[in-house]
């Protein structure tokens, strides 16, 4: 299984950006779809975006325009590029990554906070 650790959050003010990274290790990076899900505090857990192993990317449709996925294979890492945030987007982002017949994978989140 690929193990995936996220960073770039933080406190942030409402209008202002933020890009998040997830690092992954321990397995052939590219041949992993790749997500981003949130979690705000008393709701489900939501996607965010994804991109899978061709570069196709897919957008919550309440964030497109706003964010961005993009992956960089020779890095082994995904990113998150967050503009003109707002409140609502407070929540722990986390970081996924799947493979048919290899199962899923989380990162342990990070805490982005859009206040101000």
């Known amino acids: 299984q690929v193990q995936l650790v996220e960073s770039g959050g933080g406190l942030v003010q409402p209008g202002g950006s933020l890009r998040l990274s997830c690092a992954a290790s321990g397995t052939i990076f590219r041949l992993y779809a790749m997500g981003w899900y949130r979690q705000a505090p008393g709701k489900q857990r939501e996607m965010v975006a994804t991109i899978t192993s061709g570069h196709i990317t897919d957008y919550a449709d309440s964030l497109k325009g706003r964010f961005t996925i993009s992956r960089d294979n020779a890095k082994n890492t995904v990113y998150l590029q967050m503009n003109s945030l707002k409140p609502e987007d407070t929540a722990v982002y986390y970081c996924?990554?799947?493979?048919?017949?290899?199962?899923?994978?989380w990162g342990q989140g990070t805490q982005v906070t859009v206040s101000s």
């Open positions: 996924n990554g799947d493979r048919r017949g290899y199962g899923s994978s």
